[in-house]
T-cell receptor, first 115, second 118 residues
């Protein structure tokens, strides 16, 4: 099975712009989660989508949003970029089972640099 | 609130040495899951192990072994006979068992940078 894929792998934007990142989960996985990794804050949970619905949300401002499509692919959007948004954005997928904490399988990440 | 602490920021060893990475967690849940992931320089997080709170058996997988002790809220990871390819950042993570409408989320520790020198 192909793993989780993320596009683009690298991105450079300027302050005030917006950006959209894409994630394709492992085939058959219906849950997609997004994480932000920075040197200062470490790995932090952004949100999780299942069946096109946001099922869980971390503590990030409303500038960070996401969506999921019927084929389980997911996008996350960051509007009005700030320098502090420079980070590695990781997407993870899992089957989406309830009542257990499943193993999440991660993609290679998108490295975003905001100038 | 959940919290994971990896007190060792960096560890440097010489090849073939054994090394233990510490992980201490905090949670009020009685049912929870613990994970270890490896992050090589490429950036992708590679899954190593998942353990639930009711399974305190230690696990061994090749050169890797894990020691789960609920009494001390620790889930330590040992690499036996380390190799240069083991050099990476290792993350311990915690997740509670999700309910009917809530999804999954991982709370990560700060990570331990392991360098294995030839």
């Amino acid at each position: 099975k192909a793993g989780v894929t993320q596009t683009p792998r690298y991105l450079i934007k300027t302050r005030g712009q917006q950006v959209t990142l894409s994630c394709s989960p492992i085939s058959g996985h219906r849950s997609v989660s997004w994480y932000q990794q920075t040197p200062g804050q470490g790995l932090q949970f952004l949100f999780e989508y299942f069946s096109e619905t946001q099922r869980n949300k971390g503590n990030f401002p409303g500038r960070f949003s996401g969506r999921q499509f019927s084929n389980s692919r997911s996008e996350m959007n960051v509007s009005t970029l700030e320098l502090g948004d420079s980070a590695l954005y990781l997407c993870a997928s899992s089957q989406g089972l309830r009542y257990v904490a499943e193993t999440q399988y991660f993609g290679p990440g998108t490295r975003l640099l905001v100038l | 609130a959940q919290k994971v602490t990896q007190a060792q920021t960096e560890i440097s060893v010489v090849e073939k040495e054994d090394v233990t990475l510490d992980c201490v967690y905090e949670t009020r849940d009685t049912t929870y899951y613990l994970f270890w992931y490896k992050q090589p320089p490429s950036g992708e997080l590679v899954f190593l192990i998942r353990r639930n709170s009711f399974d305190e058996q230690n696990e061994i997988s090749g050169r890797y072994s894990w020691n789960f002790q609920k009494s001390t809220s620790s889930f330590n990871f040992t690499i036996t006979a380390s190799q240069v390819v083991d050099s990476a950042v290792y993350f311990c993570a915690l997740s509670e068992a999700m309910g009917e409408t809530s999804g999954s989320r991982l709370t990560f520790g700060e990570g331990t940078q392991l360098t294995v020198n030839p």
